[in-house]
């Protein structure tokens, strides 16, 4: 079942062209909502041989195809639009499969998203990658503020109560995100993407240790350690 939750505008990437082929009229529809109501100007096709026609016709800067489509499937559309272009194709799928994964990515896939995600995930992830082909900078700010936190990317302090906190980058990297995406939920699959570069694997404790040590801390200046919140089979959340 898809969460709904508080989707936040990024302005910087707004205005750019969809390209929804998916033969699920129900998700695609919401999907295109959710996309238009972020500025985004998107096309739908609900069969394959209608999407390869109109990736041709029309300009895109991202396309999102689903795995399993009429006739021809999606890895088969992914691979017919690798050899026209480059532009971004995320895979659309209606379960997490390491296989599925793994073909997507050797077709050329730069990201595969489930349908069961969030939207606002989804709609995260989709900001995130249009902003790394587009060339735009991930964070338009060198610090950030919140609750007497503050944080400064350049230097990598972080102070509390006119306390240093020494982080490690990866942890600094780590509390930066959430705060930079305070009060939204991250999920564990894109926060490994974005601070770890790497995909999330079951039983993978590695992002828990981070925030552990993070939230240790940040207890030791005087926070309040459940700013870092885990919510439970969603993600993390700094509020």
């Keep these: 079942m898809l969460i709904e939750e508080k989707i936040l505008k990024d302005c910087t990437v707004s205005n750019s062209k969809v390209l929804i082929i998916d ?4 998700f695609s529809e919401k999907l295109s909502a959710v996309l238009q109501d972020n500025g985004f100007d998107v096309e739908q096709s609900y069969s394959s041989e209608e999407g ?21 499937d999606g890895f088969f559309v992914l691979e017919k639009l690798r050899k026209q272009s480059d532009i971004p194709v995320i895979m659309l799928c209606n379960r997490d499969c390491e296989q599925l ?11 595969y998203l489930v349908k069961s995600f969030s939207f606002t995930e989804i709609m995260v992830r989709i900001q995130t990658l249009l902003r790394r082909t587009l060339g735009v900078p991930f964070s338009q700010s060198e610090k950030l503020e919140c609750n007497g936190l503050m944080l400064q990317k350049r230097e990598q302090l972080v102070c509390y109560d006119n306390k240093n906190i020494i982080l490690t980058p990866i942890e600094f990297r780590l509390l930066w ?13 894109y926060l490994y993407q974005i601070v770890l570069d790497r995909p999330f694997k079951p039983f993978d404790r590695t992002l828990d240790m981070h925030l552990s040590r993070i ?16 919510i439970h089979g969603k993600g993390y959340r700094f509020s």
């Design 177 to 189: 995100t959430l705060v930079d995406s305070r009060k939204q939920v991250l999920s564990k699959p």
């Design 23 to 26: 033969d699920d009229a129900k």
């Design 215 to 230: 939230r240790k801390k940040l207890v030791e200046i005087g926070m309040n350690g459940d700013c870092l919140r885990t």
């Design 101 to 111: 994964r793994l073909e997507g990515y050797r077709k050329g896939a730069d990201d």
């Design 52 to 72: 390869l026609i109109e990736a041709k016709m029309s300009h895109f800067q991202l396309i999102m195809v689903a795995t399993i489509l009429p006739a021809l």
